[in-house]
């Protein structure tokens, strides 16, 4: 081993040139050098896959709320769009309570109220104690006989079934993604004919909420299949359709014309199905 490290005098030299080069090199590198941890609030937006269901930020939904109003014990089931108003709400998001209520069915408990997209936590917070729910049975029985509802102006509401993006995107709650996936389903069912469908898409509640109050349903724009006539792929097509009931009615109209669907028995099609199925098609 000790011939390779007996170096001569200018060999002596040029080992320790070329190690004071390497040590100066290492600590020059290495000046003001920090490791790099990603800053994890540092986000590149445009690689990120994101819904925005309003250009307006939430409390511009509800600054025509007035919260210096005297609130009283009251019962949402029962009251009209004047009480709603004289709870500290506008006209419009009177109406649209209402609407909700008229459509879906009497609230259950006060946290449907919560659900409503124009209540606000705030003001939720300021109307749970007075909020009075009698049972929703006796509420049924007396439906009848309660004094009907006197509205002040009516709204103006898109009909879900020509509504177009922009009329849709111009909804409270609806933004491009929602827009496009209403259409789609639409398009994919050929026509809403109520709002238990909207309960079918995956979109947030208080999306349906929105869909719900500010929109009308017109049955009469659905796209519909002739029963007598359609093939067994036309008729396997139709929203609510199933393989069962398609052969039956096959076999039914080889004996005459299909004129109702009673003879559709509930093995066949459910009549959940049956009473959305039949404004799908025609005679």
Do not use: C
Not at 139 to 144: E, G, P, R, V
């Amino acid at each position: 081993m000790k011939p390779y490290f007996n170096f001569n005098r200018k060999e002596k030299i040029g080992v320790v040139a070329l190690s004071t080069l390497i040590l100066l090199l290492t600590v020059v590198l290495n000046v003001g050098y920090s490791t790099y941890v990603p800053d994890p609030f540092d986000v590149d937006e445009s690689k990120l896959e994101y819904l925005v269901l309003n250009d307006e930020s939430p409390e511009d939904h509800f600054e025509n709320q007035n919260n210096n109003v005297v609130i009283t014990d009251f019962d949402p089931n029962k009251i009209g769009i004047e009480d709603w108003i004289n709870l500290g709400f506008s006209e419009k998001q009177a109406a649209s309570i209402v609407k909700y209520r008229e459509s879906y069915g009497p609230f259950k408990k006060k946290e449907d109220i919560k659900k409503l997209y124009v209540v606000s936590d705030e003001k939720f917070a300021e109307l749970e104690g007075h909020i009075i729910i009698e049972s929703t049975d006796k509420h049924q029985k007396n439906k009848t006989i309660e004094a009907p509802v006197e509205e002040l102006t009516p709204m103006v509401l898109v009909e879900l079934n020509q509504a177009t993006k922009e009329e849709l995107v111009s909804l409270q709650g609806i933004g491009d993604y929602y827009a496009d996936r209403i259409i789609n389903y639409r398009s994919k069912l050929g026509g809403f004919v109520d709002f238990e469908q909207i309960q079918e898409m995956s979109i947030r509640d208080e999306a349906k909420s929105a869909i719900v109050e500010l929109t009308s349903i017109d049955v009469a724009k659905v796209q519909k299949t002739n029963i007598n006539t359609a093939t067994k792929d036309e008729l396997k097509k139709v929203p609510y359709s199933n393989w069962l009931a398609v052969a039956t009615i096959l076999k039914f109209r080889d004996k005459q014309s299909i004129t109702d669907l009673d003879f559709l028995t509930p093995e066949e099609m459910s009549p959940q199905d049956k009473a959305k199925f039949q404004f799908y098609i025609e005679f």
